[in-house]
């Protein structure tokens, strides 16, 4: 069976009545569906300090193996499933706004340069020629790339040459045509819960947001009450491996992890494996992103594809590239060389908080039309939603909730 990311009853409502005496302290999957939030939340609670990770019994991280060869391994780290905490641990606490209000902040910075340069050029003037020219500029200044700029101006254009319009409407108009290049690329992430587990490697370069995403993801699936584990493949950077086991701590899932300079590919293949016979819901591999050395990236990479197709050939069963949404139309090249790389089946948005170059996602929608399932707007355990097309064009364009 197919389950949508987000898109389940919470597992908490269901489970918490037989849960022993942990006490919860906060619902954590308070979360809506994929669904948009048409009312803010009350701005009761005060923004919480991000507490340092709990001392949650956690299982010991796995001791670490000596690189070899994938094929020959026999001591898998032990990682027993009855381990697993029964619910998330208490961390942070639920940011005290609305999802929409958070979105329409974070992409502030881009939408205030687009508002803005639509009141300076639409102010008591008709739509002309001029006019429109100015506007595809400040599109293609914005982000959205040329193709999305001169398909948004001549929509423009088609309804409204001639008359005199104002820059709300022009907004409106705007919004609604991004939402329609971006609405095909909004899908959730699809976890195949016949999958033990579903193996998603994630992939990016290094600062792109792939561990803070992880930690993210492993959260909300574990709000969703699924089992998650963590491999942590950038063994090239021990902050790296350090990182992912304090997202593994906040959220109540067992890392995988060797010693920095440890076998990418063996690491991921024991992990699979460890996974597997813990009968895990979802395996979420960290890796490298070192672009100053492609080729050793890209051999890297296949390696690790390679080798846990020999547990599972049908792995890994979603590939999700990260993007900052800060680098702009880097993002493009990005996309080009990780697609060259790995088969990328997803992306993820990050940093779309306080960028001015979130209209790359319309540039990346229009050009690559691969799914994006996500965007993070912060660096909290919180901070990251799929991707809805509707909120997103409106908030870009700085209007109300939808
Ligand atoms: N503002 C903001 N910061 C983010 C977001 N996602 C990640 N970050 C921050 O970006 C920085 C890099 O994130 P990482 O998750 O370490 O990125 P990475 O791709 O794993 O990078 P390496 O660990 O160097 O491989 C961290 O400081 C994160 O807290 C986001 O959506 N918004």
Not at 78 to 102: C, M, S, T
Not at 154 to 173: D, M, Y
Not at 261 to 269: E, I, P, T
Request: aromatic fraction near 4%.
């Amino acid at each position: 069976m197919i389950l949508r990311w987000f898109g389940r009853k919470k597992p908490e409502e269901e489970t918490r009545k037989d849960e022993p005496s942990a006490p919860l302290p906060e619902p954590v999957a308070e979360e809506q569906p994929l669904a948009p939030e048409p009312v803010p939340e009350p701005e009761s609670r005060p923004e919480p300090e991000l507490p340092p990770p709990p001392a949650v019994e956690t299982p010991p991280p796995p001791p670490v193996a000596p690189p070899s060869e994938p094929e020959e391994r026999e001591d898998a780290p032990e990682i027993v499933r009855d381990e697993l905490p029964a619910a998330l641990p208490a961390d942070e606490e639920k940011p005290k706004k609305g999802w929409f209000a958070r979105l329409k902040e974070g992409l502030s910075k881009s939408s205030s340069k687009l508002t803005e340069g639509i009141s300076g050029i639409f102010t008591k003037r008709k739509l002309d020629e001029e006019a429109l020219e100015e506007l595809e500029e400040l599109l293609i200044t914005a982000d959205l790339g040329p193709t999305t700029a001169a398909k948004v101006t001549a929509e423009l254009a088609r309804t409204r040459f001639g008359k005199e319009v104002s820059p709300e409407e022009v907004k409106a108009t705007l919004a609604a045509e991004v939402a329609k290049i971006v609405g095909p690329v909004a899908k959730p992430l699809e976890i195949d819960a016949a999958l033990k587990p579903h193996v998603i490697l994630v992939v990016g370069v290094n600062g792109t947001g792939k561990t803070t995403t992880i930690g993210k993801l492993a959260r909300q699936f574990r709000a969703e009450g699924k089992t998650v584990m963590l491999a942590a493949g950038d063994t090239f950077r021990a902050a790296a491996v350090s990182q992912l086991k304090i997202w593994g701590e906040r959220t109540g899932c067992p890392v995988i992890a060797r010693d920095t300079g440890a076998d990418a590919a063996g690491l991921a293949f024991d992990a699979l494996e460890e996974a597997r016979r813990q009968g895990v819901d979802i395996l979420l591999i960290d890796t490298a992103g070192r672009l100053q050395n492609k080729a050793g990236l890209m051999e890297e990479l296949r390696k690790i594809v390679r080798v846990i197709k020999k547990v599972d050939e049908t792995a890994p069963h979603t590939t999700l590239l990260t993007l900052d949404a800060t680098t702009g139309q880097n993002a493009h090249n990005q996309v080009e060389v990780f697609r060259d790389m790995v088969n990328v089946s997803g992306l993820i948005l990050t940093k779309l908080d306080g960028s001015a170059r979130g209209g790359v996602l319309v540039s990346l929608a229009e050009r690559f039309k691969l799914p994006v399932h996500a965007i993070g707007i912060g660096e909290g355990v919180y901070d990251l939603r799929p991707f809805d097309a509707d909120q997103f064009a409106k908030s870009l364009m700085g209007l109300p909730s939808p």
